[in-house]
């Protein structure tokens, strides 16, 4: 079954730090991952999507990479800004007609 | 905006009471889902649709009867709920079941039982 592990679970940063959140998964076997942003008590924004074939992809200040053989992932944010201040999921699909599988998410402060 | 809303946003009832969530999303997507977020536990699929038609219950308990008239609109039904059915109740569709392209999420229902 697989399980999708985020580390820390929470993190504070000074405003301009360049910061990187860890997602891991246990079966390597993914079909595609997806970040996702959650404000507080709102619902959930996508940021990148990852195919299994891809190793990164890039958003403004966003970068997502991808590791499948070490079950890894990593969103690095360029120059934090308050307004990233967020939980930040990540999430995997296998392959076959499967649900996404959640990460509980890393819960993002960054200090004006 | 993402293009999936979801009414209301805010539901604080009884646990006698019958409500109703909806969604629903004008992006050309076929397929739907309810998912729910407690606190500190990752969000937890509970109903698939795929051209209007469940392909998946995820053991759901039957005080959750999930509704799909057309691929635009999907409604969960509510009733004798318990108070840790609390919790932030997320509609979200995809282009394809197999989520080749991502999936897009609503902004949410936050229900409370009381």
């Known amino acids: 079954k697989q399980e999708v592990t985020q580390i820390p679970a929470a993190l504070s940063v000074p405003e301009g730090e360049n910061l990187v959140l860890n997602c891991s998964f246990t079966d390597s076997a993914i079909y595609n991952l997806q970040w996702f942003r959650q404000d507080p008590g709102k619902g959930l924004t996508s940021l990148l999507l990852?195919?299994?074939?891809?190793r990164e992809q890039t958003s403004g200040r966003l970068n997502a990479s991808l590791d499948k053989s070490s079950g890894r992932s990593t969103l690095y944010i360029a120059a934090s800004q308050p307004g990233d201040s967020a939980t930040y999921l990540c999430a995997v699909r296998d392959w076959g007609n499967t649900p996404l599988v959640f990460g509980k998410g890393t819960r993002l402060s960054v200090i004006a | 905006e993402t293009g999936v809303t979801q009414t209301p946003r805010h539901l604080v009832m009884g646990m006698t009471n019958k409500k109703s969530l909806k969604c629903e999303q004008h992006l050309g997507h076929n397929a739907m889902y309810w998912y729910k977020q407690s606190a500190k536990k990752p969000l937890e699929l509970m109903f698939v649709?795929?051209?209007?038609?469940?392909?998946e219950n995820n053991s759901v308990p039957s005080r959750f009867s999930p509704e799909c008239p057309n691929s635009s609109h999907l409604f969960l039904h509510l009733h004798t709920l318990q108070p840790e059915d609390s919790a932030l109740y997320l509609c979200?569709?995809?282009?394809?079941?197999?989520?080749?392209?991502?999936?897009?999420f609503g902004s949410g229902t936050r229900l409370t039982v009381v």
């Open positions: 979200a569709s995809s282009k394809d079941p197999a989520g080749d392209y991502g999936y897009t």
């Open positions: 649709y795929n051209f209007k038609e469940q392909t």
């Open positions: 990852i195919q299994s074939s891809q």
